[in-house]
């Protein structure tokens, strides 16, 4: 069954370092997302990428965040001077896009930040 | 936020049906209902969704109510690995548009009980 991956599982950053997450999507999607869970609280939407752009983006993905899809595979988020508060789970969704379908989710990113 | 109400927590006894309750009074005629579980800090899994109809798949039974204002997922065996959380989330599945995004609630904690 296709699957999406996520690298690392897990990463230890300073403050202020910049970091990036990396996903790869299922190959045929279309829609691809990047969703976060601070420890003991919600699952929380980030941001949507369709066509090489950001559709939507939350209050939270602000100008210390980015993605892109540099190769037409893999899907990024860089963050660019990571805070203690952006500790979390980072979790990447793709979606095949056609009406009735559903967003499938990989095992997520923890990261830490010291 | 999040367009649906569920318990915050239930418990059942392996190999018995669970049946989780959503109360989603104000879906949109062109809203889906969505059911993913999240197991520990894994990455949220798909189970099933549905608009109108009952659904059935290899993992569980999708009940919506005739006016749509609530649904059930049924799980009819429970066993002790599907101890998670489970999210009831409404979604426009649209082609195209920022609309396919998911927008988590608190989810119900189903504790199965051996």
């Known amino acids: 069954e296709p699957e999406v991956t996520q690298t690392p599982s897990h990463q230890v950053t300073q403050m202020g370092q910049e970091v990036i997450l990396r996903c790869v999507p299922i190959s045929n999607h279309l829609y691809f997302y990047w969703y976060r869970q601070i420890l003991g609280q919600k699952v929380e939407f980030l941001v949507s990428f369709y066509n090489n752009e950001i559709s939507e983006k939350s209050e939270i993905f602000d100008d210390q965040f980015s993605v892109e899809r540099p190769d037409g595979s893999n899907f990024t988020l860089k963050i660019r001077s990571?805070?203690?508060?952006?500790?979390?789970?980072?979790?990447?969704a793709s979606l095949l896009g056609q009406t009735n379908t559903e967003a499938f989710f990989g095992q997520g990113t923890r990261l830490t930040v010291v | 936020d999040a367009k649906t109400t569920q318990p915050p927590s239930m418990d059942c006894a392996e190999g018995r049906a669970a049946n989780l309750p959503c109360n989603h009074s104000t879906i949109s005629g062109n809203e889906y209902v969505y059911w993913y579980r999240q197991i520990h800090s894994q990455g949220p899994q798909y189970i099933i969704h549905g608009l109108k109809n009952n659904e059935t798949n290899e993992m569980a039974s999708l009940i919506i109510t005739e006016d749509r204002k609530s649904s059930t997922l049924i799980l009819p065996h429970a066993t002790l690995r599907d101890t998670a959380v489970y999210y009831c989330i409404v979604r426009v599945a649209n082609y195209g548009g920022a609309t396919n995004k998911l927008i988590f609630g608190t989810g119900t904690l189903l504790a199965v009980q051996p």
């Open chain 1, 82 to 92: 990571t805070k203690l508060e952006d500790s979390a789970m980072y979790f990447c």
